[in-house]
C-alpha cells in the first residue's frame, strides 16, 4: 500500500480517527499493531507470517541473551544474528525465484539486530511487554522502507504513549507528510518517466550532455524518492505522539564526503557505523585497521541493498573515495576557503559517478555513461536544449529551491507558520497537475 495512493488516504484516516477516540494506552498500542498487520498483509500476504515469527522469535529470544552467563549469551546471540541474515542472504539472491523480496525485510530485519546487539550490550533492557515490541517491530509507517528505528528509542515512547497528542507534534506531521507527498509524487515520479526511458534506450540526442543532466535528475529522484519516503513516515509518526529521528539531513549540502555519510540514510549509516565500523576498530586502532573498517563498511551497506555486481562496485567506490578523503586530511590541515570548496566539489563528483553505478543495470552500462560523459559532451544552444529537457530542468530547480527551504526551515532561519502549509498543499496541486507523473513505488521498497 503506497503512501501517495487514495487506498492509503481511506486507512490512514480511519486509523487516526480510531486512534484519538481510544483514551488507553494500551489500547492505543494494541491498535498500531493491528494495524500494522493489516498494512502489511495489503501487500505481503503471505511473508506477513514470517514478520510474526520474527518478532515473537526475536522477543523470547532477547531475554535468553540478557539473562545468560556470557558463554551461553553469546550463543544465543550467535543463533539470533544467524538465522534472519541466512534469511535475508538468501531472499537477496532470490533463491525462491520470487518477483522482488518480500517488503521491508531488510528494514525489521536490521531493527531485530540492533535489538539482539544493544541486548547484549547491556545497552538495553528486553521489551517487558510484548505488544510494545510488536508495535516496535512492525510500525506501519516505518515498516517497509524505515528508518530503521532503535528500540531503546521507540520502547520508552510506546511505554508513555501520549493520550493526546501536542499540537506542535501535529504541525510538524502534517508539514513532513506534505513534503514527502510532495518530494516523491510531484518531483521523483515526474524525473523517474525521463530517466527510465534514458536507461532504456541508452541513446540520447546530446550525448554525454544529455546524460550529465539524466544523472544530475537521478540524484535528486532517488533523494527525494527516498527522503520524501522517509518525511511521510516520520510526519505519520508524528500524528501518532512517538518521534522517529531524522533520516537524511540535506545530504547535497554536506561539506565533506564523509558529512554526506552523516546526512545521508542516517538511520542505516549509523547502524553500520555502531555494529560493524567501531566494532572492527574505527579510527581507534591506527591507518590499516581504519582502511579495513571503512571498505568493509561500506561494501557491506552496498550488499545490504542487493548481491548484483554493480552494487558492490558502488560500495567500494564510496569506500575508496572515503578513504583518499581521509588521507588528504591527514597530510593538509589547512582549512581555508580553497580546501572548503575542494571538499565540496569532491563530495558532489564522488557521489554523483557513485549514483552512475547504482542506477545501472550492468557495470557495462555504466562505462558507457561515464566514456559518454567524459568523451561525447557536446556544446548546444542553450534554447535548443532546454527544448527538449524543459520538464527536466524545472523538477531540478524545484527540487534545489525545495530542498533548500527545508534546509533553512531546519536551521531557523524560516519560521514554519500554519498558514503556510496551505500555500504549500496548493503549490503541490498545481505542480501535480502540470507534471501529471504516474503512481510508482517508492524506490527503497526492493531493497
Known amino acids: 500500500m503506497l503512501f501517495n495512493t487514495f487506498e492509503f488516504f481511506i486507512f490512514f484516516i480511519s486509523f487516526i480517527f480510531l486512534y484519538i477516540l481510544l483514551k488507553n494506552k494500551n489500547h492505543k498500542v494494541y491498535l498500531i499493531c493491528i494495524s500494522s498487520l493489516l498494512f502489511y498483509t495489503y501487500g505481503e500476504k503471505l511473508w506477513v507470517i514470517y514478520l510474526i515469527f520474527?518478532?515473537?522469535?526475536?522477543?523470547?529470544?532477547?531475554?535468553?541473551i540478557y539473562h545468560s552467563k556470557?558463554?551461553?549469551?553469546?550463543?544465543?546471540?550467535?543463533?539470533?544474528?544467524?538465522?534472519?541474515?541466512?534469511?535475508?542472504i538468501i531472499l537477496k539472491m532470490n533463491y525462491f525465484n520470487l518477483k522482488q523480496i518480500p517488503m521491508g525485510v531488510s528494514f525489521f530485519t536490521f531493527q531485530i539486530l540492533s535489538y539482539y546487539f544493544d541486548i547484549y550490550k547491556k545497552r538495553i533492557e528486553p521489551a517487558?511487554?510484548?505488544?510494545?515490541?510488536?508495535?516496535?517491530?512492525?510500525?506501519?509507517?516505518?515498516?517497509?522502507?524505515?528508518?530503521?528505528?532503535?528500540?531503546?528509542?521507540?520502547?520508552?515512547?510506546?511505554?508513555?504513549?501520549?493520550?493526546?497528542?501536542?499540537?506542535?507534534?501535529?504541525?510538524?506531521?502534517?508539514?513532513?507528510?506534505?513534503?514527502?507527498?510532495?518530494?516523491?509524487?510531484?518531483?521523483?515520479?515526474?524525473?523517474?518517466?525521463?530517466?527510465?526511458?534514458?536507461?532504456?534506450s541508452l541513446n540520447l540526442p546530446f550525448?554525454?550532455?544529455?546524460?550529465?543532466?539524466?544523472?544530475?535528475?537521478?540524484?535528486?529522484?532517488?533523494?527525494?524518492?527516498?527522503?520524501?519516503?522517509?518525511?511521510?513516515?516520520?510526519?505519520?509518526?508524528?500524528?501518532?505522539?512517538?518521534?522517529?529521528?531524522?533520516?537524511?539531513?540535506?545530504?547535497?549540502?554536506?561539506?565533506?564526503?564523509?558529512?554526506?555519510?552523516?546526512?545521508?540514510?542516517?538511520?542505516?549509516?549509523?547502524?553500520?557505523?555502531?555494529?560493524i565500523y567501531i566494532p572492527l576498530g574505527g579510527s581507534k586502532k591506527g591507518q590499516v585497521r581504519l582502511l579495513f573498517a571503512i571498505l568493509t563498511t561500506m561494501v557491506l551497506s552496498a550488499l545490504w541493498h542487493g548481491l548484483a555486481f554493480n552494487y558492490i562496485v558502488w560500495g567500494l567506490w564510496h569506500g575508496f573515495s572515503l578513504i583518499l578523503f581521509n588521507y588528504f586530511i591527514q597530510i593538509n590541515k589547512n582549512d581555508n576557503s580553497f580546501i572548503k570548496i575542494g571538499n565540496y566539489l569532491y563530495m558532489l563528483?564522488?557521489?554523483?559517478?557513485?549514483?552512475?553505478?547504482?542506477?545501472?543495470?550492468?557495470?557495462?552500462?555504466?562505462?558507457?555513461?561515464?566514456?559518454?560523459?567524459?568523451?561525447?559532451?557536446?556544446?548546444?544552444?542553450?534554447?535548443?536544449?532546454?527544448?527538449?529537457y524543459k520538464?527536466?530542468?524545472?523538477?531540478?530547480?524545484?527540487?534545489?529551491?525545495i530542498d533548500f527551504s527545508h534546509f533553512l526551515i531546519k536551521l531557523n532561519v524560516v519560521r514554519l507558520y500554519p498558514w503556510m502549509l496551505y500555500i504549500i498543499w496548493l503549490f503541490a496541486s498545481v505542480l501535480a497537475l502540470i507534471f501529471q507523473a504516474p503512481i510508482k513505488e517508492f524506490i527503497y521498497f526492493r531493497f
Not at 520474527?54 to 535468553?64: G, M, Q
Not at 527525494?224 to 501518532?240: E, K, N, P, Q
Not at 542506477?359 to 559532451?377: A, C, G, Q
Request: aromatic residues 18%.
Open 128 to 200: 517487558n511487554k510484548l505488544l510494545n515490541y510488536f508495535a516496535y517491530l512492525t510500525m506501519f509507517p516505518q515498516l517497509i522502507a524505515g528508518p530503521i528505528c532503535r528500540a531503546k528509542d521507540i520502547l520508552p515512547q510506546l511505554d508513555q504513549i501520549d493520550l493526546k497528542i501536542p499540537n506542535k507534534k501535529i504541525k510538524e506531521g502534517f508539514y513532513l507528510i506534505t513534503l514527502g507527498i510532495i518530494k516523491k509524487a510531484v518531483i521523483a515520479d515526474a524525473i523517474s518517466v525521463r530517466v527510465d526511458q534514458a536507461f532504456e
Open 349 to 388: 563528483l564522488v557521489v554523483f559517478i557513485g549514483w552512475i553505478f547504482f542506477r545501472s543495470s550492468d557495470f557495462s552500462t555504466s562505462i558507457k555513461i561515464i566514456n559518454s560523459i567524459l568523451y561525447d559532451f557536446k556544446f548546444i544552444k542553450w534554447h535548443t536544449f532546454y527544448n527538449v
Open 70 to 88: 556470557s558463554r551461553r549469551s553469546k550463543l544465543y546471540l550467535s543463533i539470533g544474528v544467524t538465522l534472519p541474515l541466512v534469511i535475508l
Open 207 to 275: 550525448g554525454g550532455t544529455s546524460w550529465l543532466l539524466i544523472m544530475i535528475a537521478y540524484s535528486w529522484q532517488i533523494y527525494f524518492d527516498f527522503s520524501g519516503y522517509s518525511d511521510v513516515a516520520i510526519g505519520l509518526s508524528r500524528l501518532m505522539g512517538i518521534n522517529i529521528k531524522d533520516n537524511f539531513n540535506n545530504p547535497y549540502f554536506s561539506k565533506t564526503i564523509k558529512e554526506f555519510w552523516n546526512n545521508w540514510h542516517i538511520s542505516l549509516s549509523t547502524w553500520f557505523k555502531d555494529y
Open 391 to 401: 520538464d527536466l530542468i524545472i523538477l531540478i530547480s524545484l527540487a534545489f529551491c
Open 54 to 64: 520474527s518478532a515473537i522469535f526475536s522477543y523470547k529470544l532477547a531475554y535468553f
